[in-house]
């Protein structure tokens, strides 16, 4: 996640950090390359291009705009129901810590580091990390499965409260108001595993890939035969709209990974261990994350 | 579901699988023919299409765009929603093991592979399979009654936790905490069929296959008095966007079944039975399933 | 409901059942003969509609398609959602089952009938029929009262186990696991009648017609003096996608209707009938629903 | 809310009851005057308006109408959920009833008529009518305090159960059962407080009423030059959609109103008094109420 | 909020206050001093823009219009969901208050004055405030911790709760009724602390104030040509549109804040102590909070 405040003036001018430009820097060039070919072309034969006109450019576009809104739609929806997911596991651990907090100490620790370890994990697995070793540094002797190390976590946390359940440790009760949060964090899980695992259609992207770039590639020869040098500006205005919204969309629609604009899961899983370890009464936190340049990641 | 890294400029350009271009290619040709004709036709005879103007062409085919993305957003939230469906099973398996994870081994095996049969047997009923026989490889003995044999299943594993809360072997709030979940796989079975029995209105899909069919039909008409050659491109260009995703939400509108961009049921299915069998403690796993050529089923 | 395979070719370019077509066919051919006479009159005096061009329709049609989007997008919606809280019918009514599955027969039976008896008072409540016999049919002996006989089943069910609790013969969390059932199909019943009863603000629909009417009846005589014959093309065109969603969308409006693209609320009641006499272990089920031409109600 | 047959082709074209035209009449034919004013300006000066040209007002037309369309999505949607929060209401009021059924008729009859009490209360509350003296032509002896009263009154009915479970009278998963319907209440009454107290963000509704009265004060004159007397037709027409739906919105924004197309609280407040006392048993139940005009409230 | 009654045609054309206008001002300045300055250049030397027309820019335009409207939903969906959750908030403390109705006197005062704090502790929390000292002023000796003191706060509720169930003095159902609620408000923080961490990611606030300031800079040359002094019209009104909701965007994305159109976070979290005093039956309660100015806060 991209940590700035609001661009002013000068940063909508010239920022580069946070812009989506330089990726897209590439193709800008080539398209303005074409649209300078096209414009000394038409120049040097006037007549070339007289024939095509903007008018059906108008209606491709607009359809374009509609299907890319469409798609883009889609992708910071995936995104933000990413970030749904993962407040929802702050809000699992908090009311987890609760629901426990007069359990004996030790109880209280192995569910609360588990908590903290569960959500280590699972940014892990989201990142294509170490998913064992990152359980392991919160809580020692978890259980640990090759299919699903951090499901299996949760497994074993709920495990241990329905034994507590059974010797009478705890209320039937309290037990089911405790397994409500696991359940909750289970949710949080698949739900993020459901948008790592799948992505937007492919033929849906390709197609709008497809269409957006043979439009930016034609759309020079349709303007050089009237507007001459003023065709660069609104070719450059479209690519750039265009290349940018898409490559924006590619980073929300997988909000996982470890791109700009991606979520900050190592900072939302090193928030959610500061909390418990506080609820737990430790003294020394572990400092919360700090952007690098501008990203948190 | 396509499994694919995202298309680099090289895929953009050329790929073909995972691109919707073949299945529409024929419609393509013919659109290109007609255009074909009407150019020669406008050169023969120049004054013939003189009078049709494509400003008219504009103003259909955005309120054409506008009505297509309306629909396609339709289809993508049926896609999505099944995909989430599935998801909530994966859930609710995994917090139905979490909770029967002190009974007796029998009794949890039980359970477990009742899950793992259900979702088996709930693939095999929306892809039009051999219901009872996916349910008979997970579990035997399991109830096979000609209505509704997947929800069978589910009413015999419930009915047995009934059986153990009246015995008394687990305490009533446990086993409401259990038919909680078993509410939740009857929440995504009947959500699955609601989905495939139920598509877009048909006379919805006509109308815009009809007027997305005579507006590329006319197209080149409008275009070839005055673009001559050129007529081609745009033309070819619209009709592939429109085509294409026209094929592209009838494809997501019956998100279960064979098709390269449906849901791949048995790959969730063999995973949820990968992992109900791993809590089982079981060692030589099914493998995953793998796509075949980019295609996961 | 229209229950037919995805139109082919042929049926795309010929089908009337199931389109939307002979509903609107008068209209169409109302302005087909405007146009005509427009273009006659512009033939006849060539000066006559030279001055108003086509330039202001285009941003009045666009303008309409948005605004047609909308009110298009909220009709869908009710009917989707109407279409949804019967999946929630039928979720509830297999838990209801499920969950009932150790009582003795007759309680059961009283619970499983009354469920069907439930769906089929619903079904005839939302479609003006006679609700006490539809419920008459499935239970004997059931309330009826001339407020709301289909809630009145229900209530007299929760009376019933309310009863067995207060007897003892469930205990109390069982109880709280069936009456959740209860619930929820309240919840259904409640949101159906939401639909029925609340139509899309009328103001709304009337300003959209008459802003779609006025616009196709304009819309010849701004086109005629450039397009002469050709103004046939896109002024059907027009009509038909404009007046096609507007009739549609008045289907979808009130989703429990009898007309053909409305909900198959009789044979979902008859779905859920044979699901619970199943459960029952009746043998001679009554036969599922076949659609009429093809059109399941 | 209006209570009208669907239009027919006459109502259509006539119909005044249920349309917004006489509430923006007076804008209209403000608009038209400044028309046929351009309109002579031009025929007196011909080149007066010549240098204004219609193609930047269609770009101002389109986004106005996009961002238009938003503005109505929200207002819209404003109203449908405070009529699913009624219905929520009517779902609560009845589970509730269904849940007491069994207590003593005392009981249930101040439940029961505190039910109809807080609806009564809700509405004059929302429509800012006599908020205690409503709930004291239900429920004798309700608390009234200057706060709160509806709250008051549903605190009231909370406090009495708890103390029927206290005494033994109810056991604690039932009362558990009847508290979910009272939070339910609780959650209908702060919803719609919510809606009637956030209107949608003030500037926004002034720029776009801002942006909508100068784009049609323009246009005339944008026309006036090329299309003569042809002007008024656009011209009016495109007035009345932006007129007529910022006219709607306005009254759909705050759906607790007592304008046309507001929502019926007194017809519902009364449905839900006639069920509560029918399930009472009472005889003479108060009769519906019925539209005044077409309009119902 | 703005608290405004609807605007009559007077403030439409004169309110400043709650309008985006001053905000904007000078950016539509120098807009207009570009036009003026690009109509001089044109009428000086009559060929400069010949080559430049407005048809690019009608593409441009919309496409930019179709984007920005995805953004300003998703900011307006970001400040109603902050709504939303208050609104659950208030919901919250009215059951909670309900819930606890029967407790001692001393405990009800415990729970409903820790509510009072929650909602003030967490409107300074979201506001930047001083968090301990808004708890601190309505709940002595609540658990001041540096991490999370809103958070403690309900934690500290939680348990004492928790205390009073193992004491015996409530039920352990009746523990669950409240401790739901205190889950709920968890609900709320979280789902408040999500909304003001995460911003709309900045690359696409960036890409659209790019654009949008390029279209309205390169506006004027286009139209210069061949509008001249009718040039100013368009220009401002579309940057008005443009920057205006852009400006609006930017208000609504952290509808936390101190700005015009933010949420009243404290005069909501005042109505929330004014409710819970009440209940305990204090005489004197704190005034609402009023507008200052137009502005609630």
Redesign the interface.
Known sequence: ??V?P??GLW???F?LS???LPRIAGRLAVIALIAIAAVLAAEARPGLFA?????????????????M??R???C?DR??EG??LW??L??AC??L???V??LDEAERRLVLTGAAGFAAGLAARLRGGDEPAAIARHCEGAPV????PT?AL??GI??HC??L??EGRI???????I?EQ??LM??VQ??C??IAL?PV???????L???A???CL?LPFA?AG???W?TL??VL??S??FF??DA?G???EDPFGLE??D?PLDAMARTIE??ML??LGEAD?PPPLAPEG?VLR
Chains 1, 2, 3, 4, 5 share one sequence.
């Open positions: 996640m991209i700035r609001k661009p940063e909508v001018a920022a946070g812009s989506i024939q095509i006109s903007a008018i059906p450019f108008t209606l491709i576009g607009i359809a374009l705009s509609i299907f809104s469409f883009n739609n889609a910071y995104w933000w970030r749904k407040g929802s702050v809000i908090r009311s810590a609760r629901r907090s007069i499965t090759a299919v699903n499901d949760l497994h709920g495990q329905l034994t359940m059974r209320a039937p009760i309290h037990h089911s108001l397994e696991l359940h289970a949710q698949a739900g595993e459901r799948t259609p492919f033929s849906y992207s390709l197609l890939h497809r269409t770039y043979i439009f034609a303007l009237t507007l001459g003023w500006l609104p205005l479209v750039y709209t940018g919204l924006l590619d980073q929300l700009p604009n979520l500061r909390e506080a609820i936190l501008d």
